[in-house]
Nanobody, 120 residues
Framework: QVQLVESGGGLVQAGGSLRLSCAAS????????MAWYRQAPGKQRELVAA???????NYADSVKGRFTISRDNAKNTVYLQMNSLKPEDTAVYYC??????????????WGQGTQVTVSS
């Protein structure tokens, strides 16, 4: 079994910063792609940032230059550093990890979500 625990969300004023973390534990051989998604009220879930096992990254246009995704393979953890936050960044943020088990099967796992609220 695999468990994902997210942390770091909260309430911040516009222009502020937050750092999200998503730590995986359990039966993990390795982790391939890691990503952060977000879902605002009344909107579809959207990709915010992703990082491959080779540490290639890609970002939604709306967060480029403000957000940075990174990973710590030793800790099975992915981070999202969010700077210059805007009210439109308000959403529930979810991590998604492609985890390879010891049987070499790869499955996607989602975090429980963490609320980020940016006040104007």
């Amino acid at each position: 079994q695999v468990q994902l625990v997210e942390s770091g969300g909260g309430l911040v004023q516009a222009g502020g910063s937050l750092r999200l973390s998503c730590a995986a534990s359990g039966s993990i051989f390795s982790i391939d792609d890691m990503a952060w998604y977000r879902q605002a009220p009344g909107k579809q879930r959207e990709l915010v940032a992703a990082i491959t096992s080779g540490e290639r990254t890609n970002y939604a246009d709306s967060v480029k230059g403000r957000f940075t995704i990174s990973r710590d393979n030793a800790k099975n953890t992915v981070y999202l550093q969010m700077n210059s936050l805007k009210p439109e960044d308000t959403a529930v943020y979810y991590c998604k990890l492609a985890i390879k088990s010891y049987s070499r099967w790869v499955n996607d796992y989602w975090g429980q979500g963490t609320q980020v609220t940016v006040s104007s």
